[in-house]
């Protein structure tokens, strides 16, 4: 089975700052790699996602992640935080077993 | 605009009650996911299904049925609620396999008391 690794339960951190969100995955075969975000008592919803190809994606709201294959990597980036990035952050895995496998998720929050 | 419907969003049941969970997607997809989301654990998946009236195990099955019998809808059933089946669930659908994006659902909060 694949797993997912999001190495932060939650980071702190200053309006403007930037913030890296660190996932990590387990899997010897090709995979699909996303971010979904989380705003409180709503489902999940697609930041970015990395299906092939150049391994610096750009999402929505400024945010990007890098695909890094030799460190099975993943994480995610934003140079300049806002208050309303203020949210829980997933990331997934899938690939040809049609199954998508989540890490346990990175609470960001934003202070003034 | 795509979209998953989950039923009901909040749910209150006592123990050994039959609990069901309902999903419509309007987007033809596929594949159609049933998630426990737990603090600290993330997404678990419960059960999925990849076309009418077919069905695979996740990998937390036990406790759950589930149902499809039409394409844009994929119901979650506990048979014989119990306290540790209190969580939120959540609905997604795409289309397969793996390269698509998991479309959600607004998530379902069940308390079983």
């Known amino acids: 089975a694949q797993s997912v690794t999001q190495l932060d339960s939650q980071v702190p951190v200053f309006e403007e700052a930037p913030v890296e969100l660190r996932c990590n995955y387990s899997s010897s075969v090709s995979v699909y790699l996303f971010w979904y975000v989380q705003y409180p008592n709503q489902g999940l919803q697609l930041l970015l996602k990395y299906l092939s190809g150049s391994t610096l994606v750009k999402g929505i709201n400024g945010f990007e992640a890098e695909f890094n294959k030799s460190q099975t990597s993943f994480h995610l980036r934003k140079p300049s935080v806002h208050i309303s990035d203020t949210a829980e952050y997933f990331c997934a895995v899938s690939g040809s077993f049609n199954k998508f496998y989540f890490g346990s998720g990175t609470k960001l929050n934003v202070k003034p | 605009d795509v979209k998953v419907t989950q039923s009901s969003r909040y749910l209150v049941k006592r123990t050994g009650e039959k609990v069901f969970l309902e999903c419509v997607q309007d987007m033809d997809h596929e594949n159609m996911f049933w998630y426990r989301q737990d603090p600290g654990l993330g997404l678990r998946l419960i059960y999925f299904?990849?076309?009418?009236?077919?069905?695979e195990k996740g990998d937390i099955p036990e406790g759950y049925s589930v149902s499809r019998e039409k394409k844009e809808r994929f119901s979650l059933i506990l048979e014989s609620a119990s306290t540790n089946q209190t969580s939120m669930y959540l609905c997604a659908s795409s289309t397969g396999p793996g390269r698509g994006e998991l479309f959600f659902g607004e998530g379902s909060r069940l308390t079983v008391l």
């Open positions: 299904s990849y076309d009418v009236k077919m069905k």
